[in-house]
């Protein structure tokens, strides 16, 4: 829908997702039964890039499994191996996407302890890279 709109909306939309950047995780939820699908998944890419970081973790969940064929639906899991499909409606892999998500919490939780010991190690190489004080003015 976003290629629809005008183009001070889209700038408008653009602006609303800027709290995108402070996420710890983007879930692109789409509807798995939409004909144009594929052009859903590339508009939101065209807009997310440059709002957040490549390496911030993205899950792709395909909504609406329930309205697709069987053989539209391994084709999705062929096409896009690490999406998660569900049926908000028909409660179908919910708990698959909660143990994703989980798992992508452990994920950020490692890569925020790696960037706590990095500030540190970093703050104390600066610390004794200082040139010692004496009192007298320089």
Known sequence: FIRKLPHHLVASFRST???VAQ??????????????????LKVTDAVLQGMVEDTLPRLLVLNKCD???????EEL???????VTISATENIG????????LQEEDKWVDRQQA???????????????WP?????SV
Not at 67 to 73: A, F, G, L, S, V
Not at 132 to 136: A, K, N, R
């Open 67 to 73: 309205n697709i064929t069987d053989e539209t639906h």
């Open 17 to 19: 997702l800027g709290v």
């Open 132 to 136: 010692e004080f004496d009192g007298e």
């Open 115 to 129: 960037f706590q010991r990095k500030v540190e190690q970093e703050l104390l190489i600066a610390e004794n890279s």
């Open 94 to 101: 919910i708990e698959t996407l909660k143990v994703r998500l």
């Open 77 to 83: 899991i062929r096409q896009f191996p690490h999406a």
């Open 23 to 40: 996420a710890d995780i983007v879930m692109h939820v789409v509807d798995a039964s939409a004909t144009d699908f594929n052009d859903h």
